[in-house]
């Protein structure tokens, strides 16, 4: 068994978090969760699930915005930010939305709204359609709902998982994730991110764990299960999509 990766440490890369305030560590599933909260008790839940490689700073703009109606809970995904990793075993999409829903569980939320970015959005599918939320509305932002088209499919998730095996890898990118190759692979996806933004990328990806935890996302989900499921899914969706975006087609792929 390798040693765990360093990990994005509170008193350090979370020394100035966005809505450090609004922050609170959990326990569930076996993991130490780091959740940030908003609202007022009273008013509708609306649960925020980040994409691969991010954490709650992914959500500092809205967070505000939306805790004037409603109250909000955004929790950094196993393995990302300052949440702990899950076991390797339990790295699939199905695990990992277990531990989200036991997280849930534990804070004794039911959800009227669920918001998912990228992966995000592919938690939250799998969590309605196995029972664990009953949301009015889920909300995909560039939702990662499919396979990639073609080889890909095969090629990517298999050279992520060689990478994720590799406890070399972690390090390295870690070592090279300076704010220009950050912002190139953040410029990549097609967004635009203002200089705190990148900052904040740059604090994560610095860290092997953080990188660990990305990686172990993508080489052990299995999309092509949940794209055949998907027909199942009862919960009234709207997707959302950026015309620019490079990492999620905004077009379904060919038949």
């Known amino acids: 068994m390798r040693a765990p990766a360093e990990r994005p440490r509170w008193e350090r890369e979370g020394a100035d978090w966005p809505h450090r305030?609004?922050?609170?560590?959990?326990?569930a599933s076996g993991l130490n969760w780091?959740?940030?909260?908003?609202?007022?008790?009273?008013?509708?839940t609306v649960l925020l699930l980040h994409g691969t490689g991010a954490a709650t700073h992914s959500w500092r703009g809205l967070m505000p915005l939306l805790?004037?109606?409603?109250?909000?809970?955004?929790?950094?995904?196993?393995?990302?930010?300052?949440?702990?990793?899950?076991?390797?075993?339990?790295?699939?999409?199905?695990?990992m939305a277990g531990a989200v829903g036991d997280l849930l569980d534990s804070l004794a939320l039911r959800p009227s709204l669920v918001v998912g970015h990228s992966a995000g959005a592919a938690l939250l599918v799998?969590?309605?359609?196995?029972?664990?939320?009953?949301?009015?509305?889920?909300?995909?932002?560039?939702?990662?709902?499919?396979?990639?088209?073609?080889?890909?499919?095969?090629?990517?998730?298999?050279?992520?998982?060689?990478l994720f095996l590799n406890p070399v890898t972690p390090k390295l990118f870690a070592w090279t994730a300076d704010r220009p190759a950050v912002e190139r692979l953040i410029r990549g996806t097609g967004s635009r991110l203002d200089?705190?933004?990148?900052?904040?990328?740059?604090?994560?990806?610095?860290?092997?764990?953080?990188v660990a935890?990305?990686?172990?996302?993508?080489?052990?989900?299995?999309?092509?299960?949940?794209?055949?499921?998907?027909?199942?899914?009862?919960?009234?969706?709207?997707?959302?999509?950026?015309?620019?975006?490079?990492?999620?087609?905004?077009?379904?792929?060919?038949?």
Request: with cysteine; proline share 13%.
């Open 21 to 27: 305030e609004a922050s609170r560590f959990v326990t």
């Open 34 to 44: 780091h959740i940030q909260e908003m609202g007022e008790d009273g008013a509708p």
């Open 195 to 210: 200089p705190q933004g990148l900052d904040l990328y740059r604090r994560l990806f610095r860290t092997p764990g953080h």
């Open 67 to 95: 805790a004037t109606r409603f109250r909000i809970v955004a929790p950094d995904l196993p393995g990302h930010g300052f949440t702990e990793p899950l076991p390797a075993a339990k790295l699939s999409l199905p695990g």
């Open 213 to 255: 935890g990305a990686l172990g996302m993508m080489a052990n989900w299995d999309l092509a299960t949940l794209d055949r499921a998907i027909p199942r899914l009862a919960t009234p969706t709207l997707l959302v999509v950026g015309s620019e975006d490079k990492a999620i087609s905004p077009t379904p792929p060919s038949p």
């Open 126 to 162: 799998r969590l309605c359609l196995d029972g664990r939320i009953a949301p009015d509305l889920l909300v995909a932002l560039n939702g990662a709902l499919t396979p990639f088209p073609g080889l890909a499919s095969v090629l990517f998730p298999s050279m992520a998982r060689l």
